[in-house]
């Protein structure tokens, strides 16, 4: 398999928020690069608009974010 993306990403396991509209849905970071991530949901039902805040508490980040790919219980982000 050929290699697309931009930036390599990291395989990690950072517990973090999707932050839209005064409303916060914890997930969990699964990889990362400095131009996006894959995020774990843990409600597959939940509702994830197209762009939202993602908060990293630990790192005291909070990264605006674009979904570019949907699975059943997780998301592909690139950072704006």
């Known amino acids: 398999m050929v290699e697309t993306r931009i930036a390599p990403r990291y395989r990690v396991s950072k517990p973090a928020q999707i932050e839209y509209g005064g409303d916060k849905i914890a997930c969990v ?4 690069s400095i131009t996006g991530a894959a995020l774990q949901l843990s409600d597959r039902s939940a509702i994830i608009p ?20 949907r699975a059943a219980f997780k998301i592909g982000v690139a950072f704006d």
Request: with cysteine; charged share 25%; hydrophobic share 55%.
């Open 29 to 32: 970071i699964r990889d990362l």
């Open 50 to 69: 197209t762009a939202f805040t993602l908060i990293m508490l630990e790192d005291n980040l909070k990264l605006t974010c674009r979904v570019v790919w």
